[in-house]
């Protein structure tokens, strides 16, 4: 093969500018990932940007993976030119004796470097697109655990002092019109109460030789229900709406079901479930007692706003008759805060 020496230098050159482009490859890598994830680690409540820059890593890399291979290949064309012109100064790094040692014949592998800067690459790309994925997850999780009910927060934290104003009302100045009618009843009868806070109304009921199945979601005041008022009539549930979960046709149906206080901490959208929820627990001829808050709602407190209207309409679409029971003053004094008291039964 004829070569003319300026073929020569200016092939060699061109492999020799490539080989050290190709050696800042990892580092440029390593400098953007690197910034990249310092710039994600100082971005608070900016989910977007988050994204845009863990994604820029992991295509970058992925890119440059593409651009090395490309480099490899082109300097791979030069080197064999460069092999064939001066094959008597040539040296091949690939050789290897056969008494070579397991390292020599690893380092002495072919695209070795190139092997491991493309691995590199791809564990960058990797590892950002991991950590963007476990971004997304908390992140999701923080929206689901959001969307809980608020007021369980409230409750526990504020379960002894709510205990002593709730305490403090008898049950039959608070629901004049259900007292007559647990007291009059001719058998005893099975009584779920929803929101039983407490354990004030499920105590009072139970003396009267009923049974009380008492639902409440926040542990403390669970807690507190069942040291105040311990009672071989009452059962006692950690649960809410709209699922009432270990609650189902094993359970048994129940005459009466309660929710004083309760309407106003269900989500709106969770509302219409709710009700169907309850009319299947209902036993027929049995009734449901919804009390309803009505006034400024605190959302700090989980509330939400309610109407007596509203709550009738939505009632009677899921099939229920409904009876209004009477308004109510609020027994804690509050001015601003009034009651309204309603009746379900099945509808026949």
């Known amino acids: 093969m004829n070569v ?3 073929a ?13 482009i190709m050696w800042q490859i990892p580092v440029l890598a390593m400098t953007l990932t690197g910034g990249l994830w310092f710039g994600v680690s100082t971005i608070d409540n900016n989910a977007m940007l988050v994204t845009i820059l863990l994604l820029t890593a992991v295509v970058v890399n992925l890119l440059l993976c593409g651009v090395l291979v490309r480099f490899r290949h082109v300097m791979g064309c030069y080197l064999g030119w460069l092999k064939i012109a001066d094959s008597d100064g040539f040296v091949d ?8 040692t397991r390292l020599e014949k690893f380092c002495n592998k072919d695209k070795m470097v190139h092997f491991l800067f493309l691995s590199m690459l791809v564990w960058a790309s990797v590892c950002s697109a991991v950590v963007l994925a476990g971004f997304w997850i908390e992140r999701l999780g923080s929206i689901n655990l959001s969307n809980s009910n608020p ?7 504020h379960a002894v002092a709510l205990a002593d104003s709730y305490e403090s009302v008898a049950f039959e100045k608070a629901y004049p019109f259900l007292a007559k009618t647990f007291t009059v009843a001719s058998s005893p009868l099975v009584v779920l109460d929803i929101g039983a806070g407490t354990g004030r109304d499920a105590a009072w009921i139970s003396s009267k030789g009923h049974t009380v199945l008492a639902v409440e979601p926040s542990s403390s005041m669970l807690t507190i229900a069942k040291n105040l008022h311990p009672s071989e009539r009452i059962t006692w549930l950690k649960s809410e709406l709209p699922q009432l979960n270990h609650l189902d046709a094993s359970t048994g149906g129940f005459d009466v079901i309660l929710l004083n206080a309760v309407w106003m901490h269900i989500f709106p959208q969770d509302r219409a479930t709710s009700l169907q929820r309850i009319k299947e627990l209902l036993n027929p001829g049995g009734s449901i007692f919804v009390s309803l808050r009505l006034g400024p709602v605190n959302e700090g407190r989980g509330m939400f706003e309610i109407s007596g209207s509203q709550f009738a309409l ?3 679409e899921a099939g229920f008759d409904v009876v209004q029971r009477g308004d109510y003053e609020d027994l804690l004094g509050r001015a601003e805060v009034s009651w309204k008291m309603f009746e379900l039964k099945l509808g026949g």
Do not use: C, G, I
């Open 314 to 316: 939505d009632a009677k």
């Open 93 to 100: 790094a690939s050789l290897m004796s056969t008494s070579a």
């Open 4 to 6: 003319t020496k300026e």
């Open 151 to 157: 007021s369980l927060e409230f409750y526990d934290e």
């Open 8 to 20: 020569y230098e200016q092939n060699y050159q061109q492999f020799r500018s490539l080989n050290q």
